[in-house]
């Protein structure tokens, strides 16, 4: 699976827009772009993914470059609840068996009042 | 029922004894997943199950043993473990579709204390 880079932490005012960028430039045609983030004490939660196309959820929109080469995480109005480590992860499809997620470093993202 | 269950929250044990670690999940998920995690550092990929047989171990200490006894249930067997091990143990499953949305699903974690 392609290697990840994150920045180490951000911040963001509360009731911003919080964008949360990630670079895979080594990203293969057939892996996806999935982010999960971390609550302190909590097992990791899917947040959103996507192949080449953006995509938007209940949650965060994910926008992809169009070489693929790096992504987007947007929390359209940051709350202190979404204070958190977030994690941009590549993964191919699983073919026949599951397939393993590699967890890069992550960014601490902190929402301030 | 979109959780996973992992029993206990907490433990704590020494380096003599052998303990279980228990996970379990209802969504008719046919992959189940093992990670550690230490203090401030990502989730570490340790062992993965397909379809109840393991497919992938992350290179391991046998001091932890898994097992998947059916398609729910999930277990990490500990005997003599060393102060290091301590850590969140994080169990997870996934449907493992061969396209589209395949996100895992994760349990809470047992935090474990070897002493």
């Known amino acids: 699976d392609a290697k990840t880079t994150q920045p180490t932490s951000m911040d963001c005012a509360e009731g911003r827009a919080a964008n949360l960028p990630c670079n895979h430039s080594t990203i293969s045609g057939n892996e996806y772009v999935y982010w999960y983030r971390q609550i302190h004490s909590q097992g990791p939660q899917y947040i959103i993914h996507g192949l080449k196309n953006n995509e938007t959820n209940e949650m965060a929109s994910l926008i992809i470059t169009e070489d693929r080469k790096s992504s987007t995480l947007i929390l359209p109005h940051a709350t202190l609840r979404d204070t958190a480590v977030y994690y941009c992860?590549?993964?191919?499809?699983?073919?026949?068996?599951?397939?393993?997620?590699?967890f890069g470093s992550g960014t601490r993202l902190s929402i301030r009042p | 029922d979109t959780e996973v269950t992992q029993t206990p929250k907490h433990l704590v044990m020494g380096m003599t004894n052998k303990k279980s670690l228990k996970c379990e999940q209802h969504?008719?998920?046919?992959?189940m997943y093992w990670y550690k995690q230490k203090a401030k550092k990502p989730p570490e990929l340790m062992f993965v199950y397909s379809y109840e047989k393991l497919s992938i171990n992350e290179s391991v200490p046998s001091r932890f043993s898994p097992e998947c006894p059916n398609s729910s249930l999930l277990n990490l067997h500990l005997h003599a473990l060393q102060p290091e091990d301590s850590a969140l143990y994080l169990c997870?499953?996934?449907?493992?579709?061969?396209?589209?949305?395949?996100?895992?699903?994760f349990g809470p974690g047992t935090r474990l204390t070897v002493l």
């Open positions: 969504m008719g998920h046919r992959a």
């Open positions: 992860i590549v993964r191919v499809a699983p073919i026949r068996s599951a397939s393993k997620i590699i």
């Open positions: 997870a499953s996934s449907q493992e579709r061969v396209s589209g949305r395949n996100e895992q699903f």
